[in-house]
């Protein structure tokens, strides 16, 4: 039986989850509305509205599992991994497209991407898809490798299946596992740095020719720069998370492990939260969905005192 503590951050890990559903279930509503009714959508645009969808889908699961903690294997479920696979690439490319956009990088490779990146958005929202699948066959066929060897352990009392599923688990699943999640999570950190050195440098020429304090494109990097390096520290916490939890250094019955789960969904969700606030066009969606429930809130309240 868990702990009250341990009760407790499960209960915030699921009221996170639920808040982060709802912000992410906002987000698609209004992009996918759109890009229904226009059968298009602005390329930076339709990498959030597919992160947004995503991450609904991991919250959801995430939210499940957490009901039943004691039983499932939740970090090797093989939908799970898929969708997080596809959140990690979907991450990397949102971090790749500020950076190609919004950078002032005058390397001969960047101006290739700035004519390319929006036209070449489809095809890596597909090709991450393609990519997820592919990389996760090889984690399910593992995980079904180890839970039938486990079973015949557990059947036969085998010393020597033990030390082979052991040995099996450090050098053929766990490996791939953190190459899968490793490669989008790098194409995100230079992506971020180089951001960084991006505004850097922008900020020095600032000092050298003395602009207005409005510049605009000062103003585009801060915006850009502050959600992702805001989600870079989450980001890195929820990474390690990851490696901690398949590598079995805790439970999911352990105090720490909640508590840590709680902080870097809680980055996952206030991410989310930064996404809507940073883009006018959901800005006005959440706008004027607020004006309309009060609207509604007065209209049903007069016609009770009526």
């Avoid at 959030?48 to 889908?57: P, Q, T, Y």
């Avoid at 299946?161 to 040995?167: E, I, M």
Wanted: hydrophobic share 50%; net charge positive.
């Amino acid at each position: 039986m868990p702990s009250s503590l341990t009760l407790f951050f499960i209960v915030i890990f699921c009221l996170e989850s639920l808040a982060a559903m709802l912000q992410n279930g906002f987000i698609v509503a209004v992009l996918g509305r759109e890009w229904m009714q226009c059968l298009t959508l602005p390329s930076g645009d339709m990498i959030v509205a597919c992160l947004a969808a995503s991450r609904f889908c991991l919250h959801g699961m995430a939210l499940l599992a957490s009901f039943n903690f004691c039983s499932i294997v939740y970090y090797f479920n093989t939908p799970w991994d898929l969708i997080n696979t596809l959140t990690y690439w979907l991450t990397a490319w949102l971090a790749v497209f500020y950076c190609v956009k919004i950078s002032s990088l005058s390397h001969p490779i960047f101006f290739w991407l700035k004519w390319r990146i929006s036209r070449s958005v489809p095809k890596l929202l597909l090709g991450s898809l393609i990519i997820s699948g592919v990389t996760v066959i090889p984690v399910a066929t593992g995980n079904l490798i180890l839970q039938q060897m486990i079973a015949s352990q557990s059947s036969h009392g085998n010393c020597t299946l033990a030390d082979r599923t052991q040995t099996f688990y450090r050098y053929f699943l766990l490996p791939n596992v953190v190459l899968v999640w490793l490669i989008p999570f790098l194409l995100f950190l230079v992506s971020t740095l180089l951001l960084m050195f991006s505004l850097h440098r922008h900020l020095q020429q600032m000092r050298d020719h003395r602009p207005g304090p409005c510049d605009p494109s000062t103003q585009a990097h801060t915006m850009a720069l502050r959600s992702l390096a805001f989600f870079l520290i989450f980001y890195t916490s929820y990474f390690l998370s990851l490696i901690i939890a398949v590598n079995k250094i805790t439970t999911l019955q352990n105090l720490w492990h909640w508590a840590w789960k709680v902080v870097t969904y809680a980055g996952i969700c206030l991410h989310s939260s930064i996404l809507v606030l940073s883009s006018p066009k959901l800005r006005k969606s959440l706008k004027m969905m607020v004006w309309k429930a009060s609207e509604k809130r007065q209209f049903i309240s007069s016609c009770q005192y009526q």
